[in-house]
């Protein structure tokens, strides 16, 4: 193992760009995480109906519908066809997310991003064993039995457990028992399973994943040839196994990280000392030669990232 991997995660980054520049999207994905759910709650809240509705489906400046494509999705198996201003919220809906990566909603739109990252940090705070880690595909087989469940019910059965719903209910009416939910989701990550929720069970995620595999943001291993082995990258990415073809890869293999279920929130670019990672689109061909193998860069990935 490296000097370097025994340091802090981050702290070269930060001692090379300072404490913003490696947090940068981490700020900003926060940031954009309040400005949308603020949109929802402006109206309960304060009387300010820019916004009606929730995540699930809504009207602004009462003009732009705007719906969620996996509830559209839901509702269609139910054998309830939506009303077209639904459907033309869904497309508006899945082509932006087509477009930019689907799983861009699961890092910087979606609110229980933040309650899993905050499980995830006391994790590491508290040192806890990784538990339990269901199969990655776990959310796509929860994904079919949603949609299996809406089409046996005739109902949009996500709606009636989804956390997402729950905390929104929550943050309007106060404490009740929406809140279980969020309290779940957290108490899951933190005990049961590391990153349990929103990597390996979410149907929300596994459904998004899907509308974003050919979306033309990316992030780029671009400059892998100056990775030093310190392993922070896969320390922070909530899904670690899309780095490694892009950060391992030689000279012939891509330095795009094409992974559907990269969320795109910009943690390895952060963390990165002598920034490897850059967005970019699908479609940049830049040169990017593979790293010189060495004993040390050979082997297997450290605990750190573990």
């Known amino acids: 193992m490296?000097?370097?991997?025994?340091?802090?995660?981050?702290?070269?980054?930060i001692e090379a760009k300072g404490w913003i520049g490696a947090h940068r999207f981490l700020i900003l994905r926060r940031i954009s995480q309040a400005f949308f759910l603020s949109l929802f709650l402006l109206g309960p809240w304060f009387g300010i109906w820019w916004v009606k509705g929730n995540l699930s489906g809504s009207l602004t400046?009462?003009?732009?519908?705007l719906t969620d494509p996996f509830i559209a999705l839901q509702s269609i198996a139910a054998g309830h066809w939506p009303e077209l201003t639904a459907l033309v919220g869904a497309a508006i809906v899945g082509v932006a997310y087509a477009l930019i990566g689907g799983r861009v909603y699961c890092s910087w739109v979606c609110p229980i991003n933040p309650v899993t990252d905050a499980a995830n940090w006391l994790h590491t705070k508290l040192d806890l064993?990784?538990?339990?880690?269901?199969k990655a595909r776990t959310r796509y087989?929860?994904?079919g039995m949603v949609l299996a469940v809406s089409a046996l019910t005739g109902t949009i059965a996500?709606?009636?457990v989804n956390p997402i719903s729950m905390l929104h209910r929550g943050l309007i009416f106060g404490v009740g028992f929406a809140w279980a939910f969020v309290l779940g989701v957290f108490l899951m990550d933190l005990l049961l399973a590391r990153r349990g929720w929103c990597g390996h069970l979410c149907p929300v995620g596994a459904f998004y994943g899907l509308l974003g595999r050919g979306s033309v943001l990316r992030v780029t291993a671009d400059k892998r040839a100056a990775c030093d082995d310190c392993m922070d990258c896969f320390a922070v990415c909530p899904e670690m196994h899309v780095i490694t073809p892009a950060l391992r890869g030689s000279d012939d293999d891509t330095p795009l990280i094409l992974s559907p279920d990269c969320t795109n929130c910009g943690r390895c670019i952060d963390v990165c000392?002598?920034?490897v990672f850059h967005f970019t689109h699908r479609f940049d061909k830049t040169p990017s030669p593979g790293r010189v193998r060495t004993k040390s860069n050979s082997a297997p990935m450290a605990d750190k990232a573990a």
């Open 158 to 160: 996500w709606e009636f």
């Open 61 to 65: 400046l009462d003009i732009l519908p």
């Open 273 to 275: 000392s002598v920034d």
């Open 141 to 143: 087989f929860m994904l």
């Open 129 to 134: 064993p990784k538990g339990w880690q269901p």
């Open 2 to 13: 490296k000097i370097k991997t025994k340091s802090p995660i981050g702290q070269e980054a």
